[in-house]
């Protein structure tokens, strides 16, 4: 069980591009989701905690304008890369947490974005 | 400040022995839960192990167990039969409360290589 599906798994793209990644919860319900960005070698950064049905909470140093984020649903978010940029190009993860006790976050399997 | 740390960068076992990784955590917290995650080269996060602050126990998942010491503030993960597919990076992450949100903290994660 907790199975969280990322997609697409890699993107390439031309600058000024606007991509879209998306996030599900397959088999429970995720009223949070987290997004991190991860660089080579280099450990996860929590960008945004996307709550389902208000705005998401953007971490420090974060631009709200350059990645979107929107939970419309219990089992999906989505993160846009707006007017990407090759600075953009990283590793994009998403996590899920069943909603009760200590449980912990389960991963999607992360989207490679490049932007050329 | 709440904050992880993993000060091996790199670390390498002879197939079939065990191996530790170290990890240590700051809080002032009273309730906070220590996970461990793997990443293989392929970059999906996979959930090993989970220990509360409360728990009396040392948490064990199979070829996994968490040497937590309170006093010390430390959540060692310990790998025992260590197999080639355990060659990945390893994050210890803590969970705090900010902003009203459980979120992850990691660490700076520590490359494990199994030799035949």
């Known amino acids: 069980g907790a199975v969280v599906s990322q997609h697409p798994s890699r993107v390439i793209c031309k600058s000024g591009t606007s991509v879209k990644i998306e996030c599900r919860s397959l088999?429970?319900?995720?009223?949070?989701m987290f997004w991190y960005r991860q660089f080579p070698k280099k450990s996860l950064m929590l960008m945004a905690t996307?709550?389902?049905?208000?705005?998401?909470?953007?971490e420090q140093g974060v631009e709200k304008d350059k990645f979107l984020i929107n939970h419309a649903s219990l089992t999906l978010s989505t993160l846009t890369v707006t007017s990407a940029h090759p600075e953009d190009s990283s590793f994009y993860i998403c996590?899920?947490?069943?909603?009760?006790?200590?449980?912990?976050?389960?991963f999607g399997d992360g989207t490679r974005l490049s932007i050329l | 400040a709440q904050k992880i740390t993993q000060t091996q960068p790199g670390m390498f076992v002879q197939e079939k022995e065990a191996v530790t990784l170290d990890c240590t955590y700051d809080?002032?917290?009273?309730?906070?839960?220590l996970f461990w995650y793997k990443q293989p080269s392929s970059g999906e996060m996979i959930f090993l192990i989970y220990?509360?602050?409360?728990?009396?126990q040392n948490a064990t998942e199979g070829r996994y167990s968490l040497n937590f010491q309170k006093a010390r503030k430390s959540a060692n993960l310990v790998i025992s039969a260590s197999q080639l597919g355990d060659s990945a990076m390893y994050f210890c992450?803590?969970?705090?409360?900010?902003?009203?949100?459980?979120?992850?903290?990691f660490g700076a994660g520590t490359r494990l290589a199994v030799h035949p």
């Open positions: 996590s899920a947490r069943v909603r009760q006790g200590n449980q912990p976050q389960h």
């Open positions: 088999d429970f319900q995720a009223t949070t």
């Open positions: 996307s709550n389902e049905g208000s705005k998401a909470t953007y």
């Open positions: 809080t002032s917290d009273q309730s906070y839960g």
């Open positions: 220990q509360g602050s409360y728990d009396e």
């Open positions: 992450a803590m969970r705090v409360i900010s902003g009203g949100y459980n979120k992850l903290i």
